[in-house]
């Protein structure tokens, strides 16, 4: 009956369980970085452009090398502010965040903006995905170029 109501779990089902955990925000946040790299790029462009229609071509040249990066910043720090109902729960709070920082302390600060940024750009991400890209295919990117019966 003990086993039953409190079951015996061995290390390599707890280190399976953990990997599971990380690996899901991390995959995520790879995903979300390069979903908000494109929408940066986008509004650097459409501020360029923006500038460039209203004849500030002075203007443009002095912010062109700095437009992106100001606005990759701008949205990796709007990434941290948001809080949800997982980075607000006690249990992540009191056990997943301080033994993911103890146990990896390099992978915690990305697996910690994966969590916060997914539920603050999702929506926005998957617009850039579906209307700018067009559902743009990463896995094969040359099927536009060959055809999709050409590919596997």
Not at 8 to 19: K, N
Not at 50 to 73: G, S
């Amino acid at each position: 009956m003990s086993g039953f109501f409190a079951p015996q779990i061995t290390p390599e089902q707890l280190s399976a369980a953990y990997r599971k955990t990380v690996m899901t925000p991390v995959v995520l946040g790879a995903s979300l970085l390069f979903g908000l790299l494109n929408l940066c790029q986008f509004f650097a462009g459409l501020i360029a452009l923006v500038l460039t229609m209203l004849r500030q071509d002075a203007l443009l040249q002095r912010c062109k090398f700095w437009l992106l990066p100001a606005m990759i910043a701008l949205c990796m720090g709007l990434s941290w502010w948001p809080g949800n109902v997982w980075t607000t729960s006690p249990a992540y709070q009191l056990v997943a965040s301080p033994a993911l920082w103890a146990d990896k302390p390099y992978l915690a600060p990305f697996v910690e903006w994966s969590v916060r940024a997914e539920p603050a750009w999702a929506d926005s991400v998957a617009w850039v995905h579906s209307a700018l890209l067009q559902d743009f295919e990463f896995k094969v990117p040359f099927r536009s170029i060959f055809g999709p019966d050409t590919l596997p």
